[in-house]
């Protein structure tokens, strides 16, 4: 059976120490997040950083290089960082795709716009195809999130433009609110549509994580996993770390028998040429 790419998402950028007491704020923090998730099996790590004064995310390049630098001093981690800023806030194109200066292997890449909470998460045309030239031009991999069907059938046409290259790599976001819902069925009707020789993983966010993870490793993803999707281990009970719900779902895939890729296992998976 094909190895299983786990990705541990850090911190994301919206989630404050009210609501999880525990989530990695200062790059210090982040960093050692990230060094117990890489430990407890997580070959990718998605990065946000956070701004101190006020907790929530922000897109400063001189935070995320302390945080890159430190973790490609002491881990063979595929970086994975991000170009959201803060979903709904829309902060300004440079701002939001500084982290690729930084080339990391992997980028996040929104594919569309959508209703986030109260807010819209805007991705539009001209935001995707400046972001994905300048992926390109940086040798760095979009890593395609996928929130609704009309994301997936943009990547599908910028990928027939030549504006996105094979192998594609996707990340389905489902449970967000108010995006596709984490359900199989919701999952199994974007998977339909996925090209060939793509590879994807799953995100639930919250009470989705589990469902999703498990739909990722029967029918062959991957899965990510971390405080940036969900602040629960189980009912009632909030992980203290990112290692913890790298911890649940490995307990998982190894009582299924799929194995767990290492970083450089998961370079040869995702096509990636380091
Ligand atoms: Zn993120």
Not at 139 to 147: L, Q, T, Y
Not at 157 to 168: A, F, N, Q, S, V
Not at 261 to 267: M, Q, T, Y
Request: glycine share 10%; proline share 7%; charged share 20%.
């Amino acid at each position: 059976m094909e190895k299983v790419i786990i990705t541990a998402a850090i911190t994301g950028s919206r989630i404050m120490r009210d609501a999880a007491p525990h989530i990695p704020i200062t790059p210090e923090e982040i960093i050692q997040s990230a060094l117990e998730a890489w430990r407890a099996g997580a070959a990718i790590v998605h990065i946000h950083v956070r701004d101190p004064k006020t907790g929530l995310g922000c897109q400063d390049l001189h935070r995320f290089r302390q945080v890159v630098e430190a973790l490609r001093k002491e881990t063979d981690l595929i970086l994975s960082l991000t170009t959201s800023g803060i979903p709904g806030r829309n902060l300004p194109a440079e701002e939001r795709l500084c982290p690729v200066t930084l080339k990391p292997e992997l980028a996040s890449f929104d594919a569309g716009s959508i209703n986030l909470g109260g807010a819209v998460f805007i991705n539009d045309p001209a935001f995707l195809d400046q972001a994905a030239g300048i992926m390109k031009q940086a040798g760095v991999k979009p890593e395609i999130e996928i929130f609704d069907l009309g994301m997936l059938i943009t990547a599908l046409r910028m990928h027939d433009e030549g504006k996105l290259d094979d192998p594609l790599h996707f990340q389905f976001v489902l449970g967000p609110p108010w995006g596709a819902p984490a359900t199989p069925k919701s999952f199994l009707h974007l998977h339909d549509h996925l090209p060939p020789g793509a590879t994807w993983s799953t995100i639930g966010i919250g009470r989705g994580f589990l469902p999703m993870a498990m739909m990722a490793l029967i029918m062959g993803g991957h899965i990510r996993v971390g405080m940036e999707d969900n602040i629960y281990l189980d009912k009632g009970v909030m992980a203290k770390t990112n290692a913890e719900l790298v911890e649940r779902v490995v307990r998982i895939i190894e009582a299924y028998g799929r194995p767990i890729a290492s970083p450089s296992e998961a370079r040869l998976l995702l096509g990636l040429k380091k």
